[in-house]
């Protein structure tokens, strides 16, 4: 009896060790999104070009979609050799009379990231355009969207 009481136990505390060594290598992974805003100021937004780096983080860009205004609403063009490398660059052009002034939100940008750590991110455009051609002066902000 007492071989039987001790051999459960032993058999409880295996399973227990286990059970814990798995949760502790199992990361968790999450989803979340990334609204990329440009602001063009008086000037119509026509083109842009943009890098967006992981700072910190384990992040993987799962996907990238469109802006709210209907000049932006397709996904933009980016580089797919450039996601495997915690960054993408992106760019956009427009050959709409209806384009948009302002900040306006012109890519949503999806990733998966593993771990506790909140990701930081960078953007850092390389270029925006009026509808001439004409580079314009412009800003760039990422604000963390919805998590999954």
Sequence with gaps: MKRI???AVVTAV??????????????????AS????????????????????????????????????????????????ALA?????????STSAKLPRGRTRIARIHVQV???????YEARLVTAASAGGEKTAATIQVEQGDEK
Excluded at 14 to 31: D, L, M, Y
Excluded at 85 to 93: G, H, S, W
Excluded at 114 to 120: E, I, W
């Design 34 to 81: 990334l609204n990329v805003y440009v602001d063009s100021g008086d000037a119509m937004l026509a083109a842009y070009q943009f890098e967006l780096i992981t700072l910190s983080g384990k992040v993987k860009i799962v996907g990238i979609e469109g802006g709210a205004h209907e000049a932006f609403a397709r996904p933009p063009y980016y580089d797919p050799a």
């Design 5 to 7: 009481v001790a051999m």
């Design 85 to 93: 490398k915690d960054r993408v660059i992106v760019a956009a052009y």
């Design 14 to 31: 295996i399973f227990a060790t286990v059970g814990s060594a798995q949760e502790q290598t199992q990361a968790k992974v999450r989803f």
């Design 114 to 120: 593993t771990g506790d750590m909140a990701p930081d």
